[in-house]
Nanobody, 126 residues
C-alpha cells in the first residue's frame, strides 16, 4: 500500500488561507484516485474533494474556496483552502485508492479508499 503523510494544517483566522500537502511513499500517486476528507469533533468523516486523472470533485460546502491539485513529479497532492470559515475546523485526511472507481460517487464515500494518512488539524477562529 501507499503511505501518505499530510502536513500544512494549523490555526488561521476566518477569511484566511492554508495549503495542505499529502506526500506519498511506496507507490506513484499518479496511478491513484485521491481524496480529501475531514472530521470535526462529534461528527462523521465527510468528503471534501476528490481527484481522478481528468476530473476534480468538490463538496458543495467548499466549492469555489478549495482547490485540489496533483504534482506527479513530487508525488504529492495539495488542497489549497481559501476564505476559510470556522465551520471548516476539522482534522483533514488524505486518502488514496488504486482500484477502479465506477463513477464520481465513489469519491464521496470514505469506504472507497484503502489508504489513509494520519490527518492534520485545521482550526479556523472567528
Amino acid at each position: 500500500q501507499v503511505q501518505l503523510v499530510e502536513s500544512g494544517g494549523g490555526l488561521v483566522q476566518a477569511g484566511g488561507s492554508l495549503r495542505l500537502s499529502c506526500a506519498a511513499s511506496g507507490r506513484t500517486l499518479s496511478n491513484y484516485h485521491m481524496g480529501w476528507f475531514r472530521q470535526a469533533p462529534g461528527k462523521e468523516r465527510e468528503f471534501v474533494a476528490g481527484i481522478s486523472w481528468s476530473s476534480v470533485y468538490y463538496a458543495d460546502s467548499v466549492k469555489g474556496r478549495f482547490t485540489f491539485s496533483r504534482d506527479n513529479a513530487k508525488n504529492t497532492v495539495y488542497l489549497q483552502m481559501n476564505s476559510l470559515k470556522p465551520e471548516d475546523t476539522a482534522v483533514y485526511y488524505c486518502a488514496a485508492e488504486r482500484e477502479y472507481f465506477g463513477t464520481y460517487i465513489d469519491y464521496l464515500d470514505s469506504r472507497s479508499f484503502g489508504s489513509w494518512g494520519q490527518g492534520t488539524q485545521v482550526t479556523v477562529s472567528s
